[in-house]
């Protein structure tokens, strides 16, 4: 049974570029939550969302971030137009659905975001 | 006040002690509580969840909650250099939507 699936593991991207973070929940799971997570910091939240759902992006930057889970395919965490601030490991987590286990979080490897 | 607090550390133990870690959170609301493991270039790994008053325990590791004081710990006993690590305590929110992290705490065990 694969974890979450997260690519690419590292992306480099110029300033003004856009950045596509994509990943894949562990089989069974319908709950996918982003994170970020800058050195020697925790994790901070972002957004939490269910196929075709944003049940909650609190945490998300009011301009150039946005995420989608769509009905077939990975979620997606797209960055417009990069600035050197948003370098930094972003983690995807998935957890089952249901009352208790949708609560515990299974992470993916990150994807290392670096804007020269 | 931060959501989760904890103090950063590093905590450093000798191999074979017991390690405390210690967290405050300031939703009174909150029902659920974890403490994750994250090693260095790592992604986070549940280790434990609680969700009642009291002591829960798995194997080396002891998770204690009070609800009243909003505090939770995570006491490692029989600490191995291979516990070294950083250890995140979450939370998840009376909404039940979001889980918050704290900074975590460096621990060094040393052989």
């Known amino acids: 049974n694969a974890g979450v699936m997260q690519n690419p593991r590292h992306l480099v991207r110029r300033r003004g570029q856009e950045a596509r973070l994509r990943c894949s929940p562990m089989?069974?799971?319908?709950?996918v939550y982003w994170y970020r997570q800058l050195p020697e910091e925790g994790l901070k939240f972002m957004v939490y969302l269910q196929k075709e759902n944003i049940i909650d992006e609190s945490g998300m930057p009011k301009e150039r971030f946005s995420a989608e889970f769509p009905k077939e395919g990975p979620s997606i965490l797209r960055i417009q137009q990069v600035v050197r601030g948003d370098s930094a490991a972003y983690f995807c987590?998935?957890?089952?659905?249901?009352?208790?286990?949708?609560?515990?979080?299974?992470f993916g490897s990150g994807t290392q975001l670096s804007v020269l | 006040q931060k959501e989760v607090e904890q103090n950063s550390g590093p905590l450093s133990v000798p191999e074979g002690a017991i390690a405390s870690l210690n967290c405050t959170y300031s939703d009174r609301g909150s029902q659920s509580f974890f403490w994750y493991r994250q090693y260095s270039g790592k992604s986070p790994e549940l280790i434990m969840f609680i969700y009642s008053n009291g002591d829960k325990e798995d194997g080396r590791f002891t998770a204690q909650l009070n609800k009243a004081s909003q505090y939770v710990s995570l006491l490692i006993r029989d600490s191995q250099p291979s516990d070294s690590a950083t250890y995140l305590c979450a939370v998840l929110n009376t909404g039940g939507f979001k889980t918050i992290f704290g900074a975590g705490t460096r621990l060094f065990v040393k052989a």
């Open positions: 089989k069974g799971h319908s709950h």
């Open positions: 987590a998935s957890s089952p659905a249901g009352p208790r286990g949708g609560e515990k979080l299974f």
